[in-house]
């Protein structure tokens, strides 16, 4: 408190659970600061009694919290998953009272007073089960901040899609006069205050999943303002939480997609970015990531969501990845798949698997390119990756064919993929070279122009050739 020069009261700091606020503390508090539970993350008790036991041979004579054998779980707000505990009652408990905790802060907090939430969670319904529970307690998010707070060297970081980054959300009480708002408005707002601040973060270096939370923040100054919002076009219905963040990860999915069609120097295109079908928008995020290598899948499956897809259409409807150990990978990105199929109970996306992107050379189905699962349009990537087989069989007939019965000559937006994927290949791949041919032999040829200069048959019968 030295640093400041005027005569400010010594603030009073308290260490306490939200159970123990009351009604008498209405109003008391300028600044709560909480870091609240992980969802299914982390059971906080059960691990704290590793420590416990020994500090409490130290300890149980001199402090009370230390008088237990082990340290008190009924009222700890966490989803449990050990298999003792049924999920669905846990769910049920965790997110009611996180409903409840923040309705307790929201009673404790002084009328100018702030609360300031720390969140580093990767799972979707993490955060829609946090927003929900802030939202309805009668706060507004009015500023968010990414900080790198974790260790890349932890021993959570090795093998797992943890975050880098945590969260800082601070919010404020919102009026109980504010009135419901418009989906059509809210995210207009949205998408001007998470502009700016997407340019910002990408300069600033964030990346993957850590990219797509820290953008939640300033989105949620928008959705925040409101006790709860509606549809303008479906009369009695509301935009929930979870439609309103699918927004928000679109925004940054097209952002992202955008950023490299176009090259980082340029800037991103994002209305080119918009007009990306969402397996072609999910192969460019995960290829950009993660290259070809094998990836987190909850990185993977939270890029999947924000695409509108799952982990397991991209598998087994777009054939576009496996998950480890369903399609090895020799040295050399283009090798052949392996047949040998060794995927164990971690291929189901639990934390701790990868996935991996197939190569163009492990995309065989004879359908692709041709058509789509269940009648579909046809994903670029596919046309791309169909295009490669055709030119490095040599049949430029076939090639040109192809091109011009999809008019994929003329379409700004698959050279632009092209152009994109020969800057994410590996220089001693076949993929570059191959790229490079089709590219340069689709400039060379341009578009397939009807010759003006018709020959017309002037013969009695009258009909023109």
């Known amino acids: 408190m030295g640093a400041f020069t005027t005569n400010i009261k010594s603030p009073v700091i308290f260490s306490k659970s939200v159970l123990d606020l009351n009604v008498s503390d209405k109003n008391q508090y300028d600044l709560i600061i909480t870091d609240p539970p992980y969802y299914q993350a982390v059971s906080y008790a059960d691990l704290s009694d590793f420590f416990y036991v020994w500090l409490r041979c130290i300890f149980s004579d001199k402090l009370d919290p230390f008088k237990g054998l082990f340290t008190p779980k009924k009222q700890e707000i966490v989803q449990h998953i050990r298999s003792d505990k049924d999920k669905i009652e846990e769910r049920k408990k965790f997110e009611q009272w996180m409903s409840e ?208 897809l799952s982990d397991r259409e991209l598998e087994t409807a777009w054939d576009l990845v496996s998950h480890k150990g369903t399609a090895k990978h020799t040295p050399g990105e283009d090798a052949e798949p392996d047949t040998d199929d060794d995927a164990g109970p971690e291929a189901n996306g639990d934390s701790g698997s990868k996935i991996k992107l197939k190569t163009w050379v492990q995309r065989k189905r004879t359908t692709m390119g ?28 076939k090639v040109d064919e192809y091109l011009d019965d999809n008019g994929l000559r003329r379409q700004e937006l698959f050279k632009r993929l092209v152009q994109s994927l020969i800057e994410l290949s590996n220089g001693g791949s076949d993929e570059r070279p191959i790229l490079e041919s089709l590219s340069n032999h689709i400039q060379a040829k341009g578009a397939k122009v009807s010759d003006p200069q018709k020959e017309f048959d002037f013969s009695d019968n009258g009909t023109s050739n």
């Open 101 to 308: 905790a923040f309705i307790k802060m929201n009673h404790s907090l002084s009328a100018g007073g702030l609360l300031t939430i720390v969140f580093a969670h990767k799972d979707p319904e993490a955060w829609e089960t946090l927003v929900t529970a802030i939202i309805q307690a009668g706060h507004i998010v009015c500023a968010s901040w990414p900080i790198q707070t974790e260790m890349p060297n932890r021993s959570r970081g090795f093998g797992f899609s943890s975050l880098a980054s945590s969260i800082w959300l601070v919010c404020k009480k919102r009026a109980i006069t504010t009135r419901p708002g418009w989906d059509n408005k809210v995210l207009e707002e949205m998408r001007a205050n998470i502009a700016e601040r997407l340019h910002d973060y990408w300069d600033a270096g964030i990346r993957g999943p850590d990219f797509v939370w820290a953008a939640t923040g300033p989105a949620l100054e928008a959705y925040s303002k409101h006790p709860i919002v509606k549809k303008a076009n479906t009369p009695g219905e509301v935009m929930s939480v979870g439609e309103f963040l699918s927004h928000v990860r679109r925004m940054v999915v097209d952002f992202v997609v955008g950023q490299v069609l176009t090259g980082e120097k340029e800037g991103s295109d994002m209305a080119a970015a918009d007009r990306m079908d969402a397996p072609t928008a999910y192969y460019l995020l995960h290829r950009h990531d993660f290259g070809l290598e094998e990836a987190p899948s909850g990185a993977c499956i939270l890029y999947a969501t924000a695409c509108g």
């Open 370 to 397: 041709f058509e789509a699962p269940s009648g579909r349009p046809i994903p670029l990537i596919d046309r791309v990756h169909r295009l490669m087989h055709l030119w490095r069989a040599g049949d430029v007939h």
